[in-house]
């Protein structure tokens, strides 16, 4: 069972803050990825990395950065939270390799900005 | 670019009825496809994939998928409803050699008593 952890798993702020959400796994997997949920549209990836430092875009990345200095922990940051960001936050690690690799998820972290 | 539709973002049926829930890709080349659940409150789950060879794919839980390629579906089935099996679920897709999973928008599927 793969270990992964997000945190905080809830979070409330207000417009215009800075917010980081980690995600932090137990084991060296390469692959981490940071999905938002919100009704009606799915899941939808935000940014992922491959590797230390290495990191790119998902399809709705804008109003987000990440950064990945170790293996472990891959943050995701909100330079100046809006309330479009309002939504649950899901961290994935991947399993497996290659293309028939899995996506093993965190619980969430339900992030509100007032 | 790759992408998954759903068809019907809510699914009710009855305990010991089927369940069907219907996904369809599209892709200009061979897919891997997937299934996740995801129970209140918690993170996605995987039911089960499809990568290549036997184009029928069993899971956990008793559910099952089929791969079609002529009608680009992997539609999720499974015979007999228990109560336990509401949730909402995802289908998604990987395009050989990227490093990217495309969700749908999911089905909630609530069972009745």
């Known amino acids: 069972d793969a270990g992964i952890t997000q945190s905080p798993r809830h979070k409330v702020t207000e417009t215009g803050t800075p917010v980081t959400l980690r995600c932090h796994q137990t084991?060296?997997?390469?692959?981490m990825y940071w999905y938002r949920q919100d009704p009606g549209h799915g899941l939808r990836l935000i940014h992922y990395?491959?590797?230390?430092?290495?990191?790119d875009k998902g399809e709705v990345s804008d109003g987000y950065s990440v950064s990945r200095s170790k293996t472990e922990d891959f943050l995701l940051t909100l330079e100046s939270a809006t309330s479009s960001q309002t939504s649950v936050y899901f961290c994935?690690?991947?399993?497996?390799?290659?293309?028939?690799?899995?996506?093993?998820f965190g619980e969430g972290s339900r992030l509100t900005v007032l | 670019a790759q992408s998954v539709t759903q068809l019907g973002s809510h699914v009710s049926v009855s305990e010991g009825a089927l369940v069907l829930l219907r996904c369809n890709y599209s892709?200009?080349?061979?897919?891997?496809l997937f299934w996740y659940v995801q129970y209140p409150n918690q993170g996605l789950q995987l039911l089960l994939k499809?990568?290549?060879?036997?184009?029928l794919v069993k899971g956990i839980n008793g559910f099952e998928a089929e791969f079609k390629k002529s009608e680009t579906s992997f539609h999720l089935t499974k015979p007999s409803a228990h109560m336990s099996d509401a949730a909402e679920y995802f289908c998604?897709?990987?395009?050989?050699?990227?490093?990217?999973?495309?969700f749908g928008k999911g089905t909630k599927l609530t069972v009745n008593p």
């Open positions: 892709s200009s080349v061979p897919p891997y």
């Open positions: 499809y990568t290549t060879g036997a184009t």
């Open positions: 998604a897709v990987r395009v050989g050699g990227s490093e990217k999973l495309v």
């Open positions: 990395s491959y590797g230390v430092k290495d990191t």
């Open positions: 994935a690690i991947q399993t497996g390799t290659g293309n028939t690799g899995e996506l093993f």
């Open positions: 084991e060296n997997h390469r692959y």
